[in-house]
Every structure is written in structure tokens, then in C-alpha cells.
């Protein structure tokens, strides 16, 4: 199965190709440029250089929260839109299971963590069966990263640009508890965002792409000053 899949839920933007177990195309890039002008750009510039048309995909994939208000806005609109045109698979996957993804076969807890502005992170932990299959301790919240010790029992796996932000904080609280993940895992890989939705995909999971909504996990600044609005997904 082709699938398409997009990261946009934080100011490093991914864009990926899968092909049944195969990466085929990956792209990665922090910049200050909005996604609303890179993400198509870059969806075609990998398309090109595979040889794929939009046609010739089966299945779209994106990152769905919580993140940056703005960049799950656009990453969905786009690959919803997209799927819902092509009448193919769509799959949203919440961000912070994309980042911890890469260490599913750890026996250790993993805490991905993903800078919230206002001096607040996003995160979740998770507890790897060291079989491939992670499962989620603690569904996705917000809160100070002086906060974070207080779930953490024992040594974890901390990755996400969070972890870069309050890295010094976190050591200092955590000690030896606190293990840091490679480089390369700071960031989110559309390429783990599309191994997810194909297990969906084949799990008969696929979603209704209108229905797919952001998980932004605290409100708005919009809704901070309106708490009349109720178009917040929780």
C-alpha cells in the first residue's frame, strides 16, 4: 500500500512515502517559514522525485495533536482534503505517538514531549511490551515541565523538542532517571506517522477524513477569550 503522510504540529515539518514496509521518500525540515507555504511544495517535490502521482496513492496519513494551533490546521486540512477528494484511506495519528513510535521495542517507559509555549510542554508516557507494541500509561496532557518528574517512576526514554527546551530542568530534576534519546528522535518522522496509519489501514481502521478533527488538548487563545466557543476537540 502508497501512503502519503505529513507531520506539521511543530516548527519541524516532515513529509513522507511509504510503500508496504518501505520508506520510499522522507523529508525533514526546521524552518521559519509557515507550513502553509512548504507543505504542498514539499508533497510534490517528493512525489516528483519517486515518480508517484496523487493518483497513485492509496492511503493519506498526518499528525493530528496536539501541536501548534496553526500547523494541525494546515497538515489537516491539507491531507484530509486530499483523502476526501481521492476518495482514499485517511488515518490521523496524535503527535506525541508518532514521537515515541521509534522506541516501541524498548523495555523502558518513554515520555514524548512537545513544547506548549506559555511555559508548558505537551506529553504522554508510554510502556513499550518490548515487542513492537507501546502502550499508552497516560493519555496526552498539558502542564509545566517542572511538573513532569511527578509521573516519572523510574528511568525513561524522553524525546521531542520539549525535552531539547527544558533538557537542563528536567536532568536536574530527574537525575538518572532521565535518559535522553539520539538526535535523530527529537523531531517527528512522517515516516513513523504513515507505519502507524498502515497498521490502521490494515487493521480496517481507516477514518472518515471530514470527521478527523485536531487534538489540541487545552483551549485556544481564541476560547481562552470566548468560553462560549465549544468548537474544541478534546
Not at 17 to 24: D, N, Q
Request: proline fraction near 7%; aromatic fraction near 10%.
Amino acid at each position: 500500500m502508497k501512503i502519503l503522510a505529513a507531520d506539521t504540529s511543530t516548527a519541524t515539518g516532515s513529509v513522507a512515502l511509504l510503500e508496504g514496509r518501505r520508506v520510499i521518500a522522507e523529508w525533514i525540515l526546521q524552518s521559519n517559514i509557515t507550513h502553509n507555504r512548504l507543505l504542498l511544495k514539499n508533497i510534490d517535490f517528493v512525489l516528483q522525485k519517486v515518480g508517484w502521482t496523487l493518483d497513485q496513492v492509496e492511503g493519506f496519513a498526518v499528525t493530528t495533536g496536539p501541536g501548534s494551533f496553526t500547523g494541525l490546521r494546515i497538515g489537516l486540512t491539507t491531507l484530509k482534503t486530499l483523502a476526501w477528494t481521492l476518495q482514499k484511506p485517511y488515518a490521523g495519528i496524535p503527535s506525541l505517538d508518532a514521537l515515541a513510535a521509534p522506541f516501541r521495542f524498548s523495555r523502558l517507559p518513554v515520555c514524548s514531549i512537545i513544547d506548549a509555549r506559555k511555559k508548558e510542554v505537551y506529553c504522554a508516557f508510554y510502556q513499550p511490551d518490548g515487542k513492537g507494541f507501546p502502550l499508552l500509561k497516560e493519555r496526552h496532557f498539558v502542564l509545566s515541565p517542572e511538573r513532569v518528574p511527578d509521573h516519572v517512576k523510574g528511568p525513561t526514554i524522553f524525546c521531542g523538542d520539549g525535552w531539547l527546551l527544558y533538557r537542563d530542568i528536567l536532568i536536574d530534576l530527574l537525575g538518572d532517571f532521565a535518559l535522553e534519546a539520539p538526535a535523530p528522535f527529537h523531531v517527528i518522522r512522517a515516516s513513523f506517522v504513515a507505519e502507524l496509519a498502515h497498521a490502521k489501514f490494515q487493521a480496517g481502521e481507516a477514518e472518515n477524513p471530514m470527521a478527523s478533527v485536531p487534538l489540541y488538548v487545552r483551549p485556544s487563545e481564541a476560547e481562552i477569550q470566548n468560553p462560549h466557543l465549544t468548537t474544541r476537540s478534546s
